[in-house]
């Protein structure tokens, strides 16, 4: 199968804070976007990179389309972005769609997820919750939630071309995630393994903590 990448980049990383959007801080000697973008390009399968970038940072496409990818522009919620990505896939068969603010990303956990899509129309990394976890009332713990069904979810979300833009197309609303999307269209979703490692960052330590994390796996 023909397989597409597309980068989520067009967000604004308001909980993230810093001068610039977190995708463009600099991490270990490039920014951020460039190090999600490096784990794509060289993962051998990848035939397309499609980049969705925010209507301000369009400046920057020039930088991507010069290394052979494609650039969108982003739109006003994440969804939204995607959508926007998804009209450039092209004839590709598959698309891993990943969040640009997920720079840790390896070739096992893209592995995973291609791996399921060979039987899978959806397939997308999730973490095992390991914290107990509790249900607040007034700032007290009014009881504990049982964890054994829950996963964090990641990206790279990966899924048939066609059944992720009819899903996108007939969405409406706001959606975490394309497997949320996907789900609202009657979509079964396989879940792969995610890893601890696979970060979003989010607030203003994680890019820190990605920091960690890279220069541990260079040794
Ligand atoms: N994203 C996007 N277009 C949007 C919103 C988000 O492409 N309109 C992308 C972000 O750039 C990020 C990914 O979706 O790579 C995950 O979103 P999130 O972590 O929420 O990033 P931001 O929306 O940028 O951050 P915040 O919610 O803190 O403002
Ligand atoms: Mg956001």
């Known amino acids: 199968p023909k397989i597409a990448a597309l980068i989520v980049a067009a967000g604004r990383g308001t909980r993230a804070g810093g001068a610039v959007a977190k995708q463009w801080q600099p991490l270990c000697g490039k920014r951020v976007i460039d190090h999600t ?3 794509f390009q060289r993962y051998p399968k990848i035939e397309r990179i499609i980049i969705v970038l925010s209507a301000g ?6 930088g991507f389309t010069a ?7 982003g739109g006003a919620d994440r969804a939204a972005s995607v ?3 998804l009209a450039l896939l092209g004839d590709a068969d598959l698309v891993l769609i990943h969040d640009a603010a997920r720079p840790c990303v390896t070739p096992q956990i893209i592995d ?16 095992p919750v390991t914290d107990a976890l509790w249900v607040a009332e007034d700032g007290a713990v009014a009881g504990t939630q049982d964890r054994t069904a829950l996963y964090a979810a990641q990206t790279p979300q990966g899924f048939d071309a ?7 197309a007939a969405f409406k609303g706001v959606a975490a995630d394309d497997v949320e999307v996907a789900r609202a269209a009657g979509v079964a979703v396989a879940i ?7 970060l979003k960052i989010t607030v203003p330590g994680d890019l820190s ?10 040794d």
């Open 37 to 39: 973008l490096t784990a």
């Open 57 to 62: 940072d369009m400046a920057e496409a020039e």
């Open 67 to 73: 290394q052979g990818c494609l650039v969108a522009e």
């Open 83 to 85: 959508r926007n990505g």
């Open 112 to 127: 995973g997820v291609i791996d399921a899509l060979a039987t899978d129309a959806a397939a997308a990394p999730g973490l």
């Open 162 to 168: 066609a059944t992720i833009r009819a899903a996108h």
């Open 192 to 198: 792969t393994l995610g890893s601890v490692d696979n």
């Open 209 to 218: 903590r990605a920091a960690r994390i890279l220069e541990s796996s260079m």
